[in-house]
């Protein structure tokens, strides 16, 4: 590996806890990116000369840690009415030649990574602000990459992340774990932003790809560090169990040619079956842990393991599918779900029960036009199927659910 | 520590002016002795009916234009404020959820711009 190559090594694996340290360490979030980010160009400066030192994070956390009380050092020097608000933390910097070249223990550190999630997620932060600051600095994705994951111009994501940095600090959103009490009214925020990568990492809403691993990746990524946080979580589990189980199937849902490919249709031999034994085995702990109580992610992780597990599309355990549904839907009402649960009865009890519990269905998306044409089909009414699949085409929000519905519409 | 403005907005229709309101002042008193240590300052305003807007226009010196009314017309209109003293958001938001306004309308918190910086 080549110096460069190491660095990014290393900026990829302990970046996150480099930071999530620092931001403890600084007080201030803002003060801690920048400075780590400088840290990271000073290594890019000196590793090609003097090589990678023996502890690349170290020398990366004090190099952070210097950059850092330069800055803050700079701040209290400057008259009153230029220091930034918000930032009129530490004056009292050490002097680098005392400092000492220790190392957080592995405890601390998960601590930070953990505050870090939670100040991320807090309530007093907009979801997109959430999303971002958690893909920013936990899962270490630069500002273009962020803003290519959510189709705004660059200068946009940036505003927007400077924006939720400057509430951070100026609101004073605390750098703290919520205690117990405080937990289960903050736990969801943090999943749902997890939750929210991995669907538009799995269904782009936009844009030509079927899949965006990088953000599939990056979720996963995250749920397995909220779970090895919080081990004992059962909706953390689930979450991870949803993932693993969804992402398993990525393999064959596009062809060879990039075209999505439907469940029914997929190569199951393609599955990733080590990802589908994790995720059965994390759900069957989530269900231990939560006494007979099942979240909302545990029903979803359910479904996709009722998909994942299933020998082919014929031999879906369709019963156990609407029951579930029945369950998501028993939490309120949700569109989608009622839209997959009509499909579920169809392929339980036939197209005509499908087409009744379509039509109880107030929301006209494309995928409801869809599965309407299904259903026509099935009953031979081709059709007034084709007419359902023109319909769908017209609201079809992204290219290639266009070319699959024209596909369908093609071969009826 | 920080100081955090909680600007009190009620529905136009149930001020606490309005007559028939039954039991602000005894939900204020309350308030008033839980978050006595932690109270800097605060007031309650005359209704929105009792506003006066005023634009100099063209700059210092301009003209001083008088309007009758409140500068927004809305449906909740402030009613008062507190300044309170709290360690972070979570403690200002804490006591900002006791304050009678928030189940009689809505609290909107703000940090206090300390004289003397400018925001980051």
Known sequence: MTPEERLAETVRVEGRRVLATLIRTVGSLAVAEDAVQDAVLAALASWPRT?????????????????AYDVLRREAARPAKEVAAGQDLPVLAPDPAEEVVEMEPESAVRDDLLRLLFTCCHPALRREAQVALALRTLAGLEVPAIARAFLVPEATMAKRLVRARQKIAAARIPYRVPSDAELPERLPAVLAVVHLIATEGHAPSTGDGVVRVDLETEALRLARLVAELMPGEPEVLSLLALLLLTQARRPARTDAGGRPVLLADQDRSRWDRAAIREGVARLA?????????AGPYQLQAHLAACHSTAPS??????????GLYDLVLTLGPNPAVALNRAVAVGHRDGPAAALAALDADPIRTHLWHAARADALTGLGWTADARAE?????????TAPDRRLLADRLAGL | MALYAMMLYYPADEYWTTPGQIGFSEEYTEFGKAAADVIRGGKALHGPETATTITV????????VTTDGPYAEAKEVLGGFYLIEADDLDEATRWAAQIPAA???????RPVFEMGTLPA
């Open chain 1, 51 to 67: 090589g990678v030192p023996d502890d690349p994070r170290a020398w990366l956390t004090v190099t952070a840690r210097r950059k």
């Open chain 1, 285 to 293: 702990e989530a269900v231990r842990r939560s006494g007979g109580v």
């Open chain 1, 313 to 322: 599309w014929a031999d879906t355990d369709w019963d156990r599918i609407v």
């Open chain 1, 389 to 397: 699949l023109v319909a769908a085409i017209e609201l079809a929000p």
């Open chain 2, 57 to 64: 226009v063209g700059g210092p010196g301009g003209d001083v």
């Open chain 2, 103 to 109: 189940w009689r309308g809505k609290v909107e918190v």
